[in-house]
């Protein structure tokens, strides 16, 4: 098993510049997520899926975009960067049923200049 | 909206001391995650706690549950520098097709010589 892979790893970006994040995870996890992360925040959720076709809105949804056409991709779309999305961005799966955590990939490292 | 409090957020220790990272919770909830996270790395995760009064054990690391107390500790034992890492609780809020971790700011640890 891969896990939860994420790429790229690292990119840059220009304001207003539209890319997207893909997250792909090998595990058959019903549900999953993107999280960013910036200093002294923690982690806050940007959208979630808890399964193909059904993706819901997180704490810091606005400049995102989700889909979720298979139980495998969950990709984020930035529609036109800006400086604020400069961020560690990180995908997690799991499952819905109780008592399991979920599992981080690596992350992506964006910075919008 | 569920809060999430970590404290202390910054931990200097020596070797061989103890100490307690608290995990406070604003909601009911009865799931609690921990996970640690080394300098620009990815989410490890550390104990899954599920009920009240549940209490997980690994080497020098043990997590309790309070749900009555919304309180969640993370003890630290005869600490060595390999913990230092940033620790983070987050709490699992589940209703109909909501599915949300919400993240602590984290504890950033360092155990010194």
């Known amino acids: 098993n891969a896990g939860v892979t994420q790429t790229p790893k690292f990119q840059v970006l220009k304001t207003g510049q539209s890319m997207t994040l893909q997250c792909a995870q090998d595990?058959?996890?019903?549900?999953m997520s993107w999280y960013r992360q910036d200093p002294g925040m923690g982690l806050r959720l940007i959208h979630y899926?808890?399964?193909?076709?059904?993706?819901d809105q997180g704490e810091v949804p606005n400049g995102y975009n989700v889909s979720r056409s298979t139980t495998e991709d969950f990709p984020l779309r930035l529609l036109s960067a800006a400086p604020s999305q400069t961020s560690v961005y990180f995908c997690?799966?799991?499952?819905?049923?109780?008592?399991?955590?979920?599992?981080f990939g690596p992350g992506t490292r964006l910075l919008v200049l | 909206e569920l809060k999430v409090e970590q404290n202390p957020l910054f931990l200097s220790m020596q070797e061989g001391k103890n100490y307690t990272i608290y995990c406070n919770y604003s909601?009911?909830?009865?799931?609690l995650y921990w996970y640690r996270q080394d300098p620009g790395k990815s989410l490890e995760s550390l104990f899954v706690l599920l009920s009240n009064g549940a209490v997980k054990q690994e080497g020098r690391l043990m997590a309790s549950l309070d749900t009555k107390a919304r309180l969640s500790t993370l003890h630290i034992t005869a600490a060595v520098h390999d913990l230092s890492a940033t620790y983070f609780c987050?709490?699992?809020?589940?209703?109909?097709?909501?599915?949300?971790?919400?993240f602590g700011k984290g504890t950033l640890l360092t155990v010194n010589p």
């Open positions: 595990m058959n996890h019903e549900y």
């Open positions: 987050a709490v699992d809020q589940r209703g109909g097709s909501n599915y949300k971790l919400t």
């Open positions: 909601t009911t909830s009865d799931r």
């Open positions: 899926s808890v399964g193909a076709g059904i993706t």
């Open positions: 997690a799966s799991g499952l819905l049923a109780g008592g399991e955590t979920q599992y």
